[in-house]
């Protein structure tokens, strides 16, 4: 059974930086891309970034271009997304999602996800 379990959500003022965390567990992640989704309120799903099991390609929204950052550890079977420069528009939940391959931005090409962790910016 996969798991991917979120990480480092919390209330930052805007302007402010969190840090997001995403283990994965239950079976090995070679070769899979994870990648991270964020839905906020009366919104749909939307893809955030990405990344493949190499590191060698990146993928991020336009909202989150030059202020998100994705990395991932392979010997932890974990991914990070660093947000700088939080928005109150960038209050969402955040959802880890993994996929074998390379990554996708449609939400349903992605068949593991975590529970998401909340993320609130304040004004």
């Known amino acids: 059974q996969v798991q991917l379990i979120e990480s480092g959500g919390g209330l930052v003022q805007a302007g402010g930086s969190l840090r997001l965390s995403c283990a994965a567990s239950?079976?090995?992640?070679?070769?899979?891309?994870l990648g991270w989704f964020r839905q906020a309120p009366g919104k749909e799903r939307e893809f955030v970034a990405a990344?493949?099991?190499?590191?060698?390609?990146?993928k991020y929204a336009d909202s989150a271009q030059g202020r998100f950052a994705i990395s991932r550890d392979n010997t932890k079977n974990t991914v990070y997304l660093q947000m700088n420069s939080l928005e109150p528009e960038d209050t969402a939940i955040y959802y880890c999602?993994?996929?074998?391959?390379?990554?996708?931005?449609?939400?349903?090409?992605?068949?593991?996800w975590g529970q998401g962790t909340q993320v609130t910016v304040s004004s």
């Open positions: 990344i493949t099991w190499s590191g060698n390609s990146i």
């Open positions: 239950g079976r090995t992640f070679s070769n899979h891309a």
């Open positions: 999602v993994g996929r074998s391959g390379l990554w996708r931005t449609s939400k349903n090409e992605w068949p593991y």
